[in-house]
């Protein structure tokens, strides 16, 4: 493999994460706000590793005597790809020769984050599980392995029907150790499709100085069901890491805490009830428990 493949640091780290062999576990929490790294870390009982660079900040740990990597990415599909394969490499190619190691390791992924949510019967302050994850990013398009699902075929029609348009639309599930989870913990959390938008206003419904092509958005996701689940919530992340984890034989889940009622026009911030940060901390400890259970 050509240096310019995979660029290392000067002292053999991977370029964008700074992260090398042996300072990274096989279970990750990803937070796309990288300022959550911090509130994550009271947690821990001992941190063993840590490292930052532009949006991206890390630390590897032991929380509750099991070694944890907790990673900020910042947002987007972007920044998910850059870190799901930095993370694999670390893991997955011997970095000094640019080759794959022979065996490959699993690694499990679960993102924690907040979101915008879609249904009425939904309150601010919900932590949606993402059973499954539809996104219309052009990630895919990239690669040369393309799982599809008879969801995509599906969405694209009920988005046709509703809109008149087309937009490169796929959808991901949930891997199984995480699915089982999220059965287990069914009171806590409530499992649905997650739409990963490609931006955070137009691309969400959002018009702002300028008229979005698709203000209807959030109403005609939330028409859409699928195998019984519902679309629950936007955010912009759980779709191309669903998508990069089965590309690369990996385990992913996503649950976000609903920050925002996109139908109601609520946000956690102004319209009082659970403090958004407290709701949070609940969660992130929800994700480390999770990840405590990966063998």
């Known amino acids: 493999m050509k240096a310019s493949e995979l660029p290392l640091r000067p002292d053999g780290a991977v370029y964008h994460l700074a992260m090398r062999p042996g300072e990274v576990s096989h279970r990750l929490l990803l937070l796309g706000d990288p300022g959550r790294v911090a509130l994550c870390e009271a947690f821990f009982d001992k941190i063993s590793h840590r490292g930052a660079?532009?949006?991206?900040?890390?630390?590897?740990?032991?929380?509750?005597g099991v070694?944890?990597?907790v990673v900020g990415t910042g947002i987007g599909a972007d920044n998910t790809e850059i870190a799901v394969i930095e993370i694999d490499a670390v893991h997955n190619i011997d970095l000094s020769r640019g080759q794959p190691f022979p065996t490959q390791k699993k690694l499990y992924f679960l993102r924690v984050g907040t979101s915008g949510l879609l249904q009425d019967e939904r309150g601010l302050?919900?932590?949606?599980?993402?059973?499954?994850?539809?996104?219309?990013?052009?990630?895919?398009?990239f690669y040369a392995v393309s799982?599809?699902?008879?969801?995509?075929?599906?969405?694209?029609?009920?988005?046709k029907a509703g809109t008149g348009g087309e937009l490169p639309w796929y959808g991901m599930a949930a891997s199984p150790f995480f699915v089982r989870l999220a059965q287990r913990f069914a009171g806590e959390v409530v499992a649905g499709i997650t739409y990963s938008a490609p931006g955070f206003f137009a691309p969400q419904g959002r018009s702002i100085r300028y008229k979005a092509r698709y203000p209807e958005l959030p109403s005609l996701l939330a028409?859409?069901?699928?195998?019984?689940?519902?679309?629950?919530?936007?955010?912009?992340?759980?779709?191309?890491l669903y998508y990069l984890a089965q590309v690369l034989g990996h385990e992913a889940g996503a649950i976000c805490l609903g920050v925002a009622h996109r139908r109601r026009g609520e946000f956690m911030y102004r319209n009082g009830g659970a403090s958004p940060e407290e709701a949070m901390r609940r969660l992130l400890r929800l994700g480390l428990e999770w990840l405590r259970e990966v063998p």
Do not use: C
Request: hydrophobic share 40%; net charge negative; no cysteine.
């Open 53 to 64: 660079n532009r949006e991206f900040v890390w630390f590897t740990g032991f929380y509750q």
């Open 67 to 69: 070694l944890i990597t």
């Open 125 to 141: 302050g919900t932590f949606i599980f993402s059973q499954w994850a539809i996104g219309a990013d052009s990630l895919p398009l």
């Open 147 to 159: 799982p599809k699902s008879d969801l995509e075929e599906k969405l694209k029609m009920h988005w």
């Open 223 to 240: 028409s859409f069901t699928y195998q019984g689940y519902k679309v629950e919530n936007i955010e912009m992340e759980a779709a191309p």
